[in-house]
């Protein structure tokens, strides 16, 4: 019995030490794995974002249009940390008046969103991003296939994106522009529809290439010239041979879809829609046909004026669906491009420091908008 006895107090000794040991592991492990958390704010995922867009800015991808001075503090008399290229990426921390506050690998700072590009889709998920340039150009004129254009990946511009969990086109605009065509794309989802953009900003190389192999096969081919050249038109109402506002961030192609199905997605946080398929609506010709079979206008119209495209008359091809694009974008405050049924603008917003195309854009940054960081 005295033997039993033993062999029990033995036991519940070891079983004493064994839980001592299991806590005194756990203190020691606990603070370091709190530290070792990222800053984040937990939120049920039950209601929409309620802003200027379809989701928050604090993760999103961003980009710096022109070189910029990255600032220790949201003013411009701030001490510059660094000096920001055209074409850098970063991660928007938050926003702060009209600055942003980024981080860029080791670096955080503020720079001016005015002059900042940012990824459509990690604000706007519910549009439809498509851009054909990026693996095979639907560029053509009259018809006609360019050269090394048509069918032909002419940058790349997609990436893994982590906010959205998927491979997903990097499609940036301007800040500002982005929450026009945020207006535009809500007028559109009212009504059972959605924009599905093709294209926003465009390198210039990209730019030089297209009109370069437009104008050979012009010079070999009467129908082309004949469709960029008429008493009304020339090639630069199709391509410009300058900077366009596609090196500039301030302009979109895009078409219009009927939604016919539609479901919500959890996105951090927050609840996004995304379209499940889609019609695309007929149009007056097939998206970048670059020739006068494309034009709005009956006329040209200046694309320096905010205000002139609404005395023109359209163009005879003009059709339902591309004059319901033109009325959901031109209410957001986007201007239409008289040569091009697809081409929208939000005007010079960045008229004292235009971006030069210099630059292509290869990576996302994004997060999820769970994270807030401080």
């Known amino acids: 019995m005295h033997r039993y006895a033993k062999l029990i107090r033995w036991t519940l000794l070891v079983s004493i030490l064994s839980v001592l040991i299991f806590a005194a592991v756990r203190a020691i492990q606990e603070p370091r794995q709190a530290a070792d958390l990222p800053k984040v704010k937990i939120l049920p995922v039950s209601e929409r974002y309620q802003g200027d867009l379809e989701l928050p800015v604090a993760g ?130 009212a009504e059972g529809n959605a924009l599905k953009i093709y294209e926003t900003y465009r390198p210039h190389t990209v730019q030089k290439r297209i009109v370069e192999a437009l104008q050979q096969l012009a010079a070999k081919d009467a129908a082309v010239m004949k469709g ?28 219009l879809v009927q939604v016919t199905s539609k479901k919500d997605i959890a996105i951090g946080p927050y609840l996004g829609t995304v379209i499940s398929s889609y019609e695309e609506f007929t149009m007056p010709t097939p998206i970048h046909e670059l020739s006068a079979a494309s034009v709005r206008f009956a006329v040209p119209v200046t694309a320096k004026s905010a205000t002139a495209w609404k005395e023109a008359k359209f163009a005879q091809a003009m059709n339902g669906a591309a004059i319901k694009l033109q009325e959901y974008c031109t209410n957001a405050g986007l201007i239409p491009l008289a040569s091009e049924w697809w081409h929208f603008d939000a005007g010079l917003a960045t008229a004292d420091h235009r971006s030069v195309g210099d630059y292509t854009l290869l990576k996302s940054y994004s997060r999820s908008p769970l994270k807030q960081l401080d």
């Open 228 to 255: 960029i050249n008429t008493s009304l038109w020339h090639i630069s109402w199709f391509i410009s041979t300058g900077i366009s506002n596609h090196q500039r961030g301030s302009a979109i192609d895009v078409s």
């Open 60 to 189: 999103a991808t961003g980009y710096a249009s022109v070189a910029l001075e990255l600032k220790s503090l949201p003013r411009s008399d701030a001490a510059t940390i660094a000096s920001i290229k055209a074409g850098t990426g970063f991660t928007v921390v938050k926003e702060e008046g009209d600055w942003w506050l980024v981080q860029n690998g080791d670096q955080t700072g503020w720079l001016p969103h005015k002059y900042c590009l940012i990824n459509l889709p990690d604000v706007i998920p519910s549009i439809i991003y498509d851009n054909t340039n990026t693996y095979a150009s639907k560029l053509v004129s009259s018809g006609r296939n360019l050269p090394g254009i048509t069918g032909y990946a002419l940058y790349p511009g997609k990436s893994y994106n982590a906010r959205l969990g998927k491979e997903e086109f990097i499609m940036p605009v301007l800040y500002a522009m982005a929450k026009k065509i945020h207006l535009a794309q809500q007028a559109a989802l």
